[in-house]
């Protein structure tokens, strides 16, 4: 089970890793012009791994604790701009529509297998998606049951499953609402940022805000 368990957590690190290191270096090439090369994503793979094992060294409270609030208040600070100065009614309006077709399809895209339909969805983003995440349950499972010790359930199921939920639909409806408001409406060539360049698509979307 810990061979099983450290294989797993290898595989969703590595994939995690992979894919984060081609969007900063295609981040810093679009901002700085540095260019994108293995050789510059070997050397963040290992700045990156550098402050990741500072962290754990340092321990849950003093280095994962902090790294992780440090991430949040960029992340929630990022949102928080797109929000006010992106197309915010839109969003709002998103945010609820979202939420009420989410809850209806949410039976029905549960049980979706392609069966009638010939085409690469379930390959390419749910099995995908499904695989990197179930990698990481060894660890965030154990992680989780070590920062819930002393906690209630109803605190158990509000920090893990309902706090959790709603952020991510927070988080969606700002980024993926505003980029499409951008392609819908303004014509601003969103679509078109996405198919030329996947990892530069973000940096080509907060190009457009003010």
């Known amino acids: 089970i810990d061979i099983l368990a450290t294989v797993a957590t290898l595989f969703g690190v590595a994939t995690s890793l992979g894919?984060?290191?081609?969007?900063?270096?295609?981040?810093?090439d679009y901002l700085l012009g540095i260019g994108q090369s293995p050789k510059i994503q070997v050397i963040l793979i290992l700045c990156i791994t550098g402050v990741a094992t500072w962290s754990v060294?340092?321990?849950?409270?003093?280095?994962?604790?902090?790294l992780s609030e440090i991430n949040i208040s960029f992340a929630a600070l990022l949102a928080l701009f797109v929000l006010l100065v992106g197309p915010t009614i839109v969003i709002l309006d998103a945010l609820l529509e979202n939420i009420g077709y989410y809850i209806q399809h949410l039976p029905q895209l549960s049980t979706w297998n392609e069966t009638y339909e010939n085409t690469?969805?379930?390959?390419?983003?749910t099995i995908f998606y499904w695989s990197w995440w179930i990698a990481w349950s060894p660890?965030?499972?154990?992680?989780?049951?070590?920062?819930?010790?002393?906690?209630t359930i109803r605190e158990f199921v509000l920090g893990v499953l309902l706090v959790p939920t709603t952020l991510t639909f927070l988080w969606l409806s700002i980024f993926g609402d505003a980029a499409m408001y951008f392609?819908?409406?303004?014509?601003?060539g969103m679509a078109q940022a996405v198919q030329d360049n996947l990892t530069t698509s973000l940096f080509v979307f907060l190009d457009m805000l003010p």
């Open 19 to 28: 894919l984060g290191v081609q969007q900063v270096n295609a981040g810093l």
């Open 57 to 66: 060294i340092k321990g849950l409270d003093k280095g994962i604790r902090r």
């Open 120 to 125: 690469a969805w379930q390959n390419g983003w």
């Open 139 to 151: 660890f965030v499972g154990m992680f989780i049951a070590r920062v819930s010790r002393g906690r």
């Open 183 to 188: 392609e819908m409406v303004a014509d601003k």
